[in-house]
């Protein structure tokens, strides 16, 4: 009699091990979105040393973005995923002599859409489980795993460009517009919430194919760069392999 309630057991639990395993390796899609902040670098409120590569001026160059996006999971380690984001492009300069004051304005409004590449450098380890009985803490389950992402993708943002010469009468405010190819970039952590769901901070940089992005022109392709803080789902797929929303 033993002998059948321990082999119920065993089979209950490899019956339970096998439903997990096959949950897990359902949930290969994740849903993600969440806001952030934008930083302009492009010729207006650029730094006077032109090989400065990066810069930022809390009150000149940020504005603000909202962004969502689809992760697939080829593997443990690396990842595919396509994003949109929608937001404000903005920079101030105010410049001025004995004689003139200029200030120079854009802010444009953006649509960006990227496809990424990417790669777990620590990847999520599974929870491990803790006897507090033998001294340990719930640190031993602590994971934040990191990855890098490089892709390709698209903008177009539509604004004003305003100059205006302070003391004078000379005020030019232009609507454009521009189109161009980006190359996202840059790091991410996640965290666990629960079984399915993470928080996640992301820092991405954007090189962009164009001078055009401020609407003035000097010879040096325009960047901007977002952090954002998003909220990651974890999806089931349906039986044709595609995510159930």
Known sequence: ?????????????????TLL????????YEFYFGLGGTNLMADIAAPIDSNQMA???????????????????????HYATANV????????????????????????????????????????????????????????????PIYLFVGVGGIYNIGYYTKTIIGGTDVDKLLYSNLSIVIPYGIGFKTRVS??????????LRYVFSDKIDYVEKGKFDQYQFITFNYIKKLKMKENGLPKF
């Open 195 to 204: 079984s399915t769901s993470y928080l996640n901070l992301e820092f991405g």
């Open 21 to 28: 395993g096959q949950k897990e390796s359902n949930l290969k």
């Open 55 to 77: 810069w930022i001026k809390f009150f000149n160059t940020i504005g603000y973005m909202g962004n969502a996006g689809l992760r697939y999971k080829l593997n443990d380690r």
């Open 85 to 144: 984001s929608l937001g404000q492009l903005y920079a101030y300069e105010m410049t001025y002599d004995a004689v003139i004051k200029e200030n120079k304005e854009t802010e444009s409004f953006f649509s960006e859409f990227t496809a990424r590449y990417e790669f777990m450098v620590f990847k999520e380890k599974k929870k491990q489980t803790v006897y507090h009985n033998l001294g340990e803490t719930n640190l031993k389950n602590t994971n934040l």
């Open 1 to 17: 009699m033993k002998l059948k309630y321990i082999l119920f057991l065993f089979l209950f639990c490899l019956s339970s091990l």
